[in-house]
Nanobody, 124 residues
């Protein structure tokens, strides 16, 4: 079974940066698309960023465009989320996800594999 292991969350101040990492111990990334989602208390899980494993096309939520960057390292089977200019409203549990398809969906139900989540808290 594929497993996604996340790291990089923490407590930061507004305007700071964080880089999240998600390593695949199986084959979750090799044949499809990967994405980052986030979920704050009382809210639905929302799409943040996504890309295909075999291409450089990227897609972002409007709320994070020009601040966040998704990238990958195929040799390490790892996907990253670089988060700059963080705002308090970015505070949430961030999850990496993958699906056995090359299509990047913005709806969580279409993803097959999920990480455990990492907490990001941005103070004012």
């Amino acid at each position: 079974q594929a497993q996604l292991v996340e790291s990089g969350g923490g407590l930061v101040s507004a305007g700071d940066s964080l880089r999240l990492s998600c390593a695949d111990s199986g084959r979750a990334f090799s044949s499809g698309a990967m994405a980052w989602f986030r979920q704050a208390p009382g809210k639905e899980r929302e799409f943040v960023a996504g890309m295909r494993w075999n291409a450089d096309n990227t897609r972002y939520a409007d709320s994070v465009k020009d601040r966040f960057t998704i990238s990958r390292d195929n040799t390490k089977s790892t996907v990253y989320l670089q988060m700059n200019s963080l705002k308090p409203e970015d505070s949430a549990v961030y999850y990496c996800a993958a699906r056995a398809s090359l299509v990047v969906f913005t709806t969580a139900r279409y993803y097959d594999y999920w990480g455990q989540g990492t907490q990001v808290t941005v103070s004012s």
